[in-house]
């Protein structure tokens, strides 16, 4: 059993995946000196995360949908990072196009989602 309520969100469960493997791809960001870099794309995972953990422990569904929009436009903001960081060839397109098609989905179940409470 869930200790708080977005542990049982499956938007929340996917996010914080998706979270994670920016977070190795940041790493090696910053192994390579590359720390704005890092620092951005660890920043965007962890807001589509952290806005649907802090929304879910909204009183109203009002504010909830407003966090839900905040970690729906992060899924943009990751999705923009990947194309620069493709085009500087600093990942590979099989990368870019995983984690692409992750946050096309993650994008599309908060909006599902967020329709559903408001």
Known sequence: ??????????????AIEIANE????ADELAAKHLYSFAEQL??????????????????????FAYFLNIAR??????????VILLMRNLISLDKKEKLYD?????????????????
């Open 102 to 118: 992750e946050l096309s989905i993650e994008s599309r179940k908060i909006s599902s989602f967020r329709n559903t409470i408001i």
């Open 73 to 82: 436009r992060s899924t943009f903001e990751c999705a923009n990072i990947l």
């Open 22 to 25: 920016l977070f190795d791809i």
């Open 42 to 63: 660890r920043n965007s995972g962890m807001s589509m995360c952290n806005n649907i953990s802090e929304g879910s422990g909204s009183y109203s569904n009002k504010e």
């Open 1 to 14: 059993m869930a200790k708080f309520r977005f542990e049982d969100l499956e938007i929340w469960k996917l």
